[in-house]
């Protein structure tokens, strides 16, 4: 059998104490798989450790203990790519620039860049604006270049954190239409932070729950929704209350103890 896509197991991380300010353990012993083309969603409390999950698995941040492993498939791809929270997207470079930003670094030649950047531009929607610069454009559209910039270098894995938190609700919907269109078509392998359980119900196959700081899972919830799946029609189905009043239910006293903590801390 071959091994999971992504492997977490027994992941520590505690950062250290700046100045006389006691170490923080942001992660208290966290362990996950994620198979191959699956959408995992993570949602826990403001500030359980769930940007610093992904950004250990994009080897931007050292494990204190545990292990942390995503199986690189086909050394032709790169094996991750990960979507800030924010758009992330670089305010010096056009809407084309910023999507064929992943391809340069990978030695792609500037023909196929150009004729790859203009496919994903058209494929969110932003052909009127490839060349306009990020500050000429809003928030949705702005994450939505992020989104191309990501997809564009066709990763094995995508770690997105939050990428839809900062838009209206419309915009919200509206990328998570574009999200799962594209990954029903070329099934990467995705994990999703979100602080939302609409978004979690409506994108993930699994959902992982997180506890308050040292963030551990706290529980596993199987989304039994059917693909392709219409993230606005979703809302209509009675499950989907029905879950996420159970997954309400299973947070609550998180964010409880999160904003409790916050508050010592103020
Ligand atoms: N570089 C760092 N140095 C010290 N502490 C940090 C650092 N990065 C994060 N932390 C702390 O670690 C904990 C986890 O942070 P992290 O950003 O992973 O949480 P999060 O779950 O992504 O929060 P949010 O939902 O607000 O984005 C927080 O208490 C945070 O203040
Ligand atoms: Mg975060």
Redesign the pocket.
């Given at each position: 059998m071959k091994p999971p896509k992504i492997s977490i197991d027994n992941l520590y991380v505690t950062y250290p104490g700046r100045k006389r300010a006691e170490p923080v353990e942001a992660l208290g012993g966290v362990t996950l798989t994620v198979t191959r083309g699956e959408l995992v969603c993570i949602v826990g409390p403001s500030g359980c450790g769930?940007?610093t999950l992904l950004r250990v698995l994009a080897g931007l941040e050292q494990a204190t203990g545990g292990s942390a492993h995503i199986q690189h498939d086909n050394s032709a791809r790169p094996v991750k790519a990960m979507v800030f929270?924010g758009s992330g997207v670089f305010p010096w470079m056009t809407v084309a620039e910023n999507v064929a930003y992943g391809l340069r670094l990978q030695g792609v030649s500037r023909q196929e860049r150009a004729e790859m950047a203009r496919h994903w531009i058209a494929e969110i929607g932003l052909e009127r604006f490839a060349q306009s610069y990020p500050a000429q454009l809003s928030g949705g559209m702005q994450q939505r270049v992020g989104l191309a910039r990501a997809f564009a270098c066709d990763p094995e894995v995508l770690l997105m954190?939050?990428p839809f938190g900062a838009l209206d609700a419309q915009t919200r919907l509206i990328l998570q239409q574009v999200l799962l269109r594209q990954w029903e078509r070329d099934a990467k392998t995705v994990v999703f932070?979100t602080h939302s359980i609409e978004e979690a119900l409506t994108l993930g196959d699994r959902i992982y729950l997180m506890s308050a700081r040292p963030g551990r899972l706290l529980h596993e919830v199987a989304v039994p929704f059917a693909r392709p799946r219409d993230a606005i029609a979703l809302r209509s189905d009675p499950r989907f209350s029905q879950l996420f009043a159970e997954i309400w239910e299973l947070l609550r006293d998180e964010v409880e103890r999160a904003r409790l903590a916050e508050e010592l801390t103020e």
């Open positions: 769930k940007t929270q954190d939050e932070v």
